[in-house]
């Protein structure tokens, strides 16, 4: 768990560097996530990692433009800077549908 929790850390760290997408229109649809449970997390401040601006906003921006892209998942948690805590993360990713 320790690893996976390192990997979106460092995966969250790195993506302050790279551009983000650009979320102003929708995707084309695909289908398929009908069946899905998807938690986004968007966080911007860390204690010891740079900061990640705009992490808030294209986590929100991706949550809304889901259900066009996959269909609407049957379930979709959105959590943002301090709701992400240790204890949501591990309850979330054990139980996508623990609300």
Same mark, same amino acid.
């Given at each position: ?19 983000? /997408?650009?979320?102003?229109? /929708? ?16 966080v ?12 808030v906003?294209?986590?929100t921006?991706? #949550?809304? #433009?889901?259900? #066009?892209?996959?269909g609407? /998942?049957s379930?979709? #948690? ?11 993360l ?5 139980? /996508?549908?623990?609300r």
């Open positions: 768990m320790r690893r996976a929790i390192f990997s979106l850390v460092l995966s969250c760290s790195v993506a302050a560097w790279a551009d983000w /997408p650009d979320l102003s229109k /929708p995707p084309a649809s695909v289908g398929g996530g009908e069946k899905d449970a998807a938690l986004v997390v968007g911007e401040s860390y204690l010891a990692l740079p900061q990640v601006p705009g992490a906003q294209n986590a921006s991706g #949550t809304s #433009t889901w259900p #066009t892209a996959q609407s /998942p379930s979709l #948690t959105l959590l943002r800077n301090n709701e992400a805590s240790l204890e949501k591990k309850k979330y990713a054990a139980s /996508p549908r623990a």
